[in-house]
């Protein structure tokens, strides 16, 4: 057999041919031996006590064996023979032989080279000891802890992934707001907002407004649906501009006056077109316009009580105070945008006034 098998050696019985060349046997080539004994090493494995075709005596260990020559007949002239006193039974140590030896080292087969056997286990090794050269040139193998680097080397490697996983999100990302950018700027230029990448009149409106859809809010202000209403029907129509009811089971005895009704009707065209422009963009705002929910907020401005409120829907107080709240904040803040008419900004003021008590405003908590 070829190769070091420490178990297979340690197994071997005396007269046993083998090939010795390790730490305890420093030879150039492989040196044919025969085994005479073993004696108990400090671990599972012996040592091996070996008489080499030089005609030495070889202490050695089962890790020195580089080949077993199984293919051989066992020596049996090695039974004739006893480790000399002198020799000490450590690895590495050593013994010149004397004519009892060399008669039987005249007896041993000869031991044809595994390379000669195989060529291919000559080129293995070529190339093995190739590899060995080129790490043994290499810096990192004059450094005292080289596994140190080489850990370094692959968490390095993985930063640099994760680096480049997370430059590419980052782009993807940044390439998706810029076209969501690039898109509202054209829905609003569509609207006549922008002009030559300026705000008009009608763009500086919309920007003075807070809101899920500012576009929405201020063409809504301006199309002039909303002049004319009383306070609690203003307040009401801008209730329907602001939310929509995705409870299908909310009721509410209430019914918004037919003014009401129809500046909410007036603006399905325009709602619409918001709708087109912006899917035309792939820009995904909502562009609410609410009937069922917007009753509470006449009735509220007309001094309903809050128990006969509370009572005639099946909202529960908190969801009423949201939605008071909400539409109360954005009356607020329509006497503070620009190019708004004087009419529309009196009856804001006038509709939050009457929206303002409590337990919807919050000073009054």
Not at 212 to 233: H, K, M, R, T, V
């Amino acid at each position: 057999m070829g190769g070091g098998d420490p178990v297979a050696a340690s197994f071997a019985i005396a007269g046993t041919m083998l090939s010795l060349k390790g730490k305890n046997v420093k030879v150039a080539a492989p040196l044919p031996a025969v085994l005479i004994s073993k004696v108990p090493g400090p671990g599972q494995f012996p040592f091996l006590i070996c008489l080499g075709q030089d005609n030495r005596w070889y202490v050695t260990t089962v890790k020195d064996v580089v080949a077993l020559h199984s293919e051989v007949d066992r020596l049996r002239e090695a039974d004739m023979l006893t480790p000399p006193k002198e020799l000490l039974n450590a690895p590495g140590k050593g013994r010149k032989g004397d004519e009892a030896t060399a008669a039987v080292v005249a007896k041993m087969p000869a031991i044809v080279p595994w390379e000669e056997r195989a060529p291919e286990l000559k080129a293995q090794r070529e190339k093995i000891a190739a590899v060995e050269a080129k790490i043994a040139a290499n810096p990192l193998a004059k450094l005292e802890n080289p596994k140190a680097v080489v850990k370094q080397r692959q968490r390095l490697k993985r930063l640099e992934e994760e680096k480049q996983d997370r430059a590419r999100k980052y782009n993807n990302q940044t390439h998706r707001y810029w076209l969501e950018f690039v898109g509202l700027m054209q829905v609003l230029e569509n609207f006549s907002c922008l002009e030559d990448n300026a705000p008009t009149e009608l763009g500086q409106m919309c920007a003075a407004i807070r809101g899920d859809n500012e576009l929405w809010l201020g063409l809504a202000l301006a199309s002039g649906e909303f002049d004319g209403l009383e306070p609690q029907q203003f307040a009401a129509a801008c209730a329907g501009i602001l939310m929509e009811n995705n409870r299908p089971d909310t009721w509410i005895r209430y019914q918004p006056t037919s003014a009401v009704i129809e500046a909410l009707e007036g603006l399905r065209s325009l709602r619409r077109r918001i709708f087109q422009e912006q899917r035309r963009q792939d820009v995904q705002i909502p562009v609410s316009l609410e009937w069922d929910l917007i009753a509470i907020v006449e009735q509220w401005a007309l001094a309903t009580e809050w128990p006969d409120l509370v009572d005639n829907t099946s909202l529960d107080e908190g969801d009423i105070v949201r939605i008071l709240r909400r539409t109360l904040d954005f009356l607020s803040q329509i006497p503070h945008v620009p190019y708004v008419s004087d009419p529309v900004r009196t009856t804001a003021r006038q509709a939050a006034f009457l929206l303002n008590r409590f337990p919807v405003n919050e000073s009054a908590e």
